[in-house]
T-cell receptor
């Protein structure tokens, strides 16, 4: 079935370090891809999305490029801040399906 | 602007008890969803409602019932709680299909003893 697999955490970085969180997907059609972020004690918030191959989603310094050839949607940020500490979820959905499939989440901790 | 409001935030039940989780959104969204979040498994869809008056099963519907009371409200009921239903439950809404942005509530942490 349709699914996403993301790198296991937790990930601990120092402030201003480069961040990559890997995400790969399996889908029978052409999915839309998403990154959601969950800050402590809150619900998930959409961080960025891409709806077709080669699209790049970006927001708040985070970027991810929809790579059809490698079925990937890796999340990157050039310089993380303490305030980026959260759990990050990769997700996909197909246009004719009302079910969004989430990865297991990757916990990021950024230390000063 | 409250967005998506869930009640209660925390609940402890004994096996076999029943309860209803409440969810309301004030964004005039058509679609609403219930997810559960378990460690190491991400979020899984329990039920969704694409519009007022309709509900459909998601990935893990067994042991749950839902009611789309009106456009604003979507409740989730556990008729006979089981320890396997210990989880964090999130309600979400979207203006259209799930491919649109999902707005989440802050969650209900449920423990079934």
């Amino acid at each position: 079935g349709d699914s996403v697999t993301q790198m296991e955490g937790p990930v601990t970085l120092s402030e201003e370090a480069f961040l990559t969180i890997n995400c790969t997907y399996t889908a029978t059609g052409y999915p839309s891809l998403f990154w959601y972020v969950q800050y402590p004690g809150e619900g998930l918030q959409l961080l960025l999305k891409a709806t077709k191959a080669d699209d790049k989603g970006s927001n708040k310094g985070f970027e991810a490029t929809y790579r059809k050839e490698t079925t990937s949607f890796h999340l990157e940020k050039g310089s993380v801040q303490v305030s980026d500490s959260a759990v990050y979820f990769c997700a996909l959905t197909l246009y004719n399906n009302n079910d969004m499939r989430f990865g297991a989440g990757t916990r990021l901790t950024v230390k000063p | 602007n409250a967005g998506v409001t869930q009640t209660p935030k925390f609940q402890v039940l004994k096996t076999g008890q029943s309860m209803t989780l409440q969810c309301a959104q004030d964004m005039n969204h058509n679609s609403m969803y219930w997810y559960r979040q378990d460690p190491g498994m991400g979020l899984r869809l329990i039920y969704y409602s694409a519009s007022e008056g309709t509900t459909d099963k998601g990935e893990v519907p067994n042991g749950y019932n839902v009611s789309r009371l009106n456009k604003r409200e979507f409740s989730l009921r556990l008729e006979s709680a089981a320890p396997s239903q210990t989880s964090v439950y999130f309600c979400a809404s979207s203006n259209g299909r799930v491919q649109e942005k999902l707005f989440f509530g802050s969650g209900t942490q449920l423990s079934v003893l």
